[in-house]
Nanobody
């Protein structure tokens, strides 16, 4: 099993940047593919970005391509989401997720472990 704790959320002006972190517990973090999802009160939880267990493969939602970057440090058992050029539509609670497989995938239901979420608010 793995437990996930997100951090790094906050209030930022449009055009600004934030870096989210997700710290994982457990000895086998390097064997988990990781992802970020986000959710607002008006929308279902949606995929943002995913990274394979080795970090060699990544995938992004079209809405964040070119602005967000997912990365991981297996030695630190941490996955990151660098978010640049933020806009009001990026306002959401961001969740970290893990699946005990190598491949990075998009589907929400394919992730077994979730963090508690961190709020990101972008002011326009």
């Amino acid at each position: 099993q793995v437990q996930l704790v997100e951090s790094g959320g906050g209030l930022v002006q449009a055009g600004g940047s934030l870096r989210l972190s997700c710290a994982a517990s457990g000895r086998t973090f390097s064997m988990y593919a990781m992802a970020w999802f986000r959710q607002t009160p008006k929308k279902e939880r949606e995929f943002v970005a995913a990274i394979s267990w080795s970090g060699g493969n990544t995938d992004y939602a079209d809405s964040v391509k070119g602005r967000f970057t997912i990365s991981r440090d297996n030695a630190k058992k941490t996955v990151y989401l660098q978010m640049n050029s933020l806009n009001a539509e990026d306002t959401a609670v961001y969740y970290c997720a893990a699946r005990p497989y190598r491949a990075a995938v998009v589907g929400l239901r394919r992730y077994d472990y979730w963090g508690q979420g961190t709020q990101v608010t972008v002011s326009s």
